[in-house]
């Protein structure tokens, strides 16, 4: 049996992919392309693809994936109903009495907004209409203010409930719970290393981070504290309920979500901000982003069907497994080509197109269990870098999409920079100490 048609089929759409064309439609049509060849070839029956449809059936059975249009929709309502406004606007007062304060407050609101609703460009967007002006206005950098927004919302990757551990955990096939427990540290960790970050230049040019003035934090004492109280307890007490009872295993991701998506329905209506024009505009925004999952999702199945048939996994295990260093080296090329990938596709479709292939040489190579669940946790990490490495990092496109014109393309590009670099560290630290992710779980 020849062994070219695997290789080549991964090489073409690979190149249809960096060429633009849409992800979903590239792996659905090669597969019916390269399905046609199979059976020409003899490669099998046209009896073989029979497993589509049954895969399909498999995927609308899923609960876990269920969870992914719930949290979708807690994220889209909290957004809507200006949760992340309030936010930034009471932190902001609290923080930006001292150098680069208004900075850390964005950190801190990235990091709540994150366990709250999962969703970047919820967060990036909200992020940049709101505290961006106001970070110009009273002389920040503009290329500190456009990093810290761009790094501070994409921690709804890492921190749960993230939607990008909901689809880790079913392609690694394990525990959606068990990998929102992992990364709970690695998450918290990496807002931490952001805010020392913020500190340092703060201190090192504060002149590019000053305090806010005297007209702008006049709220003292115990209007102040009222104000914070007022407005952090609401969001973290959904926080509490929705992650407390995944992590505590009082109920699944799935039936959490829903919860989520109830409590912040309540939110906005106890807030008097749950319009009938907000309502359809969270379900419209949660039945495309859904509805572009399920499409990945099926042209990822077609691909790897045909692809397994091609002998195309044999010849990736082959490849894999046969790396210097086993299991060390498996998990560098993995990260590496990651990593690389992430600079032009996001990481819904390094999710689907990558992890399918990579997963049996894992478990050939004996990684299993919690060690699984610690290799996801590090890919989420590695993920989320996608959302800034340039050129085609998602929130350097949405916080281009609402910056000022006075604020640069290239001006967004060094601001991330330092970030990206924090978030290899942050990646190498859970490599070097895996207690990092597995002392939770």
């Given at each position: 049996m020849?062994?070219?048609?695997?290789?080549?089929?991964?090489?073409?759409?690979m190149a249809l992919i960096f060429l633009g064309f849409p992800v979903a439609f590239t792996l659905g049509g090669a597969a019916l392309i390269f399905g046609a060849v199979g059976v020409s070839l003899g490669y099998f029956e046209w009896s073989f693809l029979a497993n589509f449809p049954e895969r399909l059936l498999g995927i609308m059975e899923n609960q876990v994936l269920l969870a992914v249009p719930?949290?979708?929709?807690?994220?889209?309502?909290?957004?809507?109903?200006?949760?992340?406004?309030?936010?930034?606007?009471?932190?902001?007062?609290?923080?930006g009495r001292r150098p680069g304060g208004l900075a850390l407050a964005v950190v801190f609101v990235g990091a709540l907004l994150a366990a709250a609703t999962g969703v970047v460009g919820a967060s990036v967007v909200a992020m940049g209409m709101i505290s961006l002006p106001v970070m110009q206005r009273y002389g920040y950098s503009n290329s500190l203010a456009a990093g810290t927004i761009c790094a501070s919302g994409t921690l709804?990757?890492?921190?749960?409930?993230?939607?990008?551990?909901?689809?880790?955990?079913?392609?690694?096939?394990?525990?959606?719970?068990?990998?929102?427990?992992?990364?709970?540290?690695?998450?918290?960790?990496?807002?931490?290393?952001?805010?020392?970050?913020?500190?340092?230049?703060?201190?090192?040019?504060?002149e590019s981070a000053p305090c806010l003035p005297e007209s702008?934090?006049?709220?003292?004492?115990?209007?102040?504290?009222?104000?914070?109280?007022?407005?952090?307890?609401?969001?973290?007490?959904?926080?509490?309920?929705?992650?407390?009872?995944?992590?505590?295993?009082?109920?699944?991701?799935?039936?959490?979500g829903a919860l989520g998506a109830v409590g912040a329905m309540l939110l906005a209506a106890v807030r008097k901000?749950?319009?009938?024009?907000?309502?359809?505009?969270?379900?419209?925004?949660?039945?495309?982003?859904?509805?572009?999952?399920?499409?990945?999702?099926?042209?990822?199945?077609?691909?790897?069907?045909?692809?397994?048939?091609?002998?195309?996994?044999?010849?990736?295990?082959?490849?894999?497994?046969?790396?210097?260093g086993g299991k060390i080296g498996l998990i560098?090329?993995?990260?590496?080509?990651?990593?690389?990938?992430?600079?032009?596709?996001d990481f819904f479709e390094i999710a689907f197109i990558v992890l399918p292939l990579i997963v049996p040489a894992a478990h050939a190579l004996g990684i299993h269990g919690d060690e699984m669940v610690w290799f996801g946790v590090v890919l989420a990490m590695n993920l989320q870098t996608s959302f800034l490495t340039p050129p085609f990092g998602f929130a350097l496109f949405y916080l281009r999409g609402v910056a000022p014109?006075?604020?640069?393309?290239?001006?967004?590009?060094?601001?991330?920079?330092?970030?990206?670099?924090?978030?290899?560290?942050?990646?190498v630290l859970i490599v070097v100490f895996p207690e990092l992710v597995t002392a939770l779980i």
């Open positions: 020849n062994e070219w048609l695997g290789p080549l089929m991964f090489g073409v759409v719930f949290f979708i929709l807690m994220g889209t309502l909290l957004q809507r109903s200006r949760l992340a406004e309030d936010l930034l606007h009471t932190i902001g007062i609290l923080f709804g990757q890492l921190i749960p409930p993230s939607i990008v551990l909901i689809v880790l955990g079913d392609q690694l096939e394990v525990s959606a719970g068990k990998l929102f427990r992992g990364a709970l540290v690695p998450g918290l960790m990496l807002a931490g290393l952001y805010a020392v970050y913020v500190a340092f230049v703060a201190w090192r040019s504060p702008e934090r006049n709220v003292r004492g115990v209007a102040l504290a009222k104000r914070v109280l007022g407005v952090l307890i609401p969001p973290l007490a959904l926080i509490l309920i929705v992650l407390g009872s995944i992590l505590t295993g009082v109920a699944t991701p799935t039936e959490a901000r749950l319009t009938l024009t907000n309502l359809r505009e969270s379900v419209e925004e949660t039945a495309k982003l859904t509805t572009m999952v399920v499409f990945l999702l099926i042209g990822s199945t077609a691909f790897t069907i045909v692809f397994r048939g091609v002998y195309g996994d044999v010849w990736i295990e082959d490849l894999l497994t046969g790396l210097p560098v090329v993995a990260n590496l080509v990651v990593f690389g990938l992430g600079f032009f596709i014109p006075e604020i640069t393309t290239a001006q967004i590009y060094r601001g991330v920079l330092p970030y990206i670099g924090i978030q290899v560290i942050g990646l």
